[in-house]
C-alpha cells in the first residue's frame, strides 16, 4: 500500500500570500494517478486537480498542482478568503485508493 | 447536472449494522463507479472501497474487508454501503463519491452514523 506523507500540517498565511502544500508517496504514484481536494467545515471534499496538475472544472487558476513520481505540489498563488480550508492528496494504484492525512492552511 | 444525495443520519447499538444510501442523478449510472470514503470527528479521510456501477464488481479495502459490503441497484441508481458488527471507532460521517476515472469528481453530502450504547 502506498502511503501518502503531508506536510505541513498546519500552514498559517495571510489572504494574498502564496501557500504551498506538499504530499509524498512511499512508492511512485504511476502515471501521475494524484488528485488534490479542498474541504471547509460541515462540507463533502471538493475536486480540484487530479493527473497531478489538471484543474478540475470551475477551479481558479490561482490553484496549480506539479510534481511527478513521489514528490508533489499544490501551490494557491494568492490565498483567497475562501481558500483557508484542509487539503488532502490521493493516490490510486491496482484498484486501491488512499488519502494523504491532510494540510490545514489557516488565518495567520 | 450530476447529484449523489445520501440518506439521513442514523444512531446504531454496538454490534449492529448499518445501511447508507447513495442515490445518483444527472450521469449514466452504469458508466461510472461508486466509492465509498469515511470521516471520524476530527479526522481525515479514510477510503472503503469501490463498486463499480456497470457489473456490481467490487473493491474493498483491507480495514473492512468482512465487515463491509456494496451494492447497487441500477433501476434506481443508487448505491449501498452496510457495515456490520459496528464499534464505537466506527462513527463516522460516511460519503460516497462518483468514480469517473481513479479520482472522485461528484461528492455526496455525507451520512452521519453515530455508534452508541
Known amino acids: 500500500e502506498i502511503v501518502l506523507t503531508q506536510s505541513p500540517g498546519t500552514l498559517s498565511l495571510s489572504p494574498g500570500e502564496r501557500a504551498t502544500l506538499s504530499c509524498r508517496a512511499s512508492q511512485s504514484v504511476r502515471a501521475n494517478y494524484l488528485a488534490w481536494y479542498q474541504q471547509k467545515p460541515g462540507q463533502a471534499p471538493r475536486l480540484l486537480v487530479y493527473g497531478a496538475s489538471t484543474r478540475a472544472t470551475g477551479i481558479p487558476d490561482r490553484f496549480s498542482g506539479s510534481g511527478s513520481g513521489t514528490d508533489f505540489t499544490l501551490t494557491i498563488s494568492r490565498l483567497e478568503p475562501e481558500d483557508f480550508a484542509v487539503y488532502y492528496c490521493q493516490q490510486y494504484v491496482s484498484s486501491l485508493v488512499t488519502f494523504g492525512s491532510g494540510t490545514k492552511v489557516d488565518i495567520k | 447536472q450530476v447529484q449523489l444525495v445520501q440518506s439521513g443520519a442514523e444512531v446504531k447499538k454496538p454490534g449492529a449494522s448499518v445501511k447508507v444510501s447513495c442515490k445518483a442523478s444527472g450521469y449514466t449510472f452504469t458508466s461510472h463507479a461508486i466509492t465509498w470514503v469515511r470521516q471520524a470527528p476530527g479526522q481525515g479521510l479514510e477510503w472503503m472501497g469501490l463498486?463499480?456501477?456497470?457489473?456490481?464488481?467490487?473493491n474493498y479495502a483491507q480495514n473492512f474487508q468482512g465487515r463491509v459490503t456494496m451494492t447497487t441497484d441500477t433501476s434506481t441508481n443508487t448505491a449501498y454501503l452496510e457495515l456490520k458488527n459496528l464499534r464505537s471507532d466506527d462513527t463516522a460521517v460516511y460519503y460516497c463519491?462518483?468514480?469517473?476515472?481513479?479520482?472522485?469528481?461528484?461528492w455526496g453530502q455525507g451520512t452521519l452514523v453515530t455508534v452508541s450504547s
Open positions: 463498486i463499480s456501477g456497470y457489473n456490481g464488481n467490487t
Open positions: 463519491a462518483r468514480v469517473p476515472n481513479w479520482y472522485l469528481d461528484y
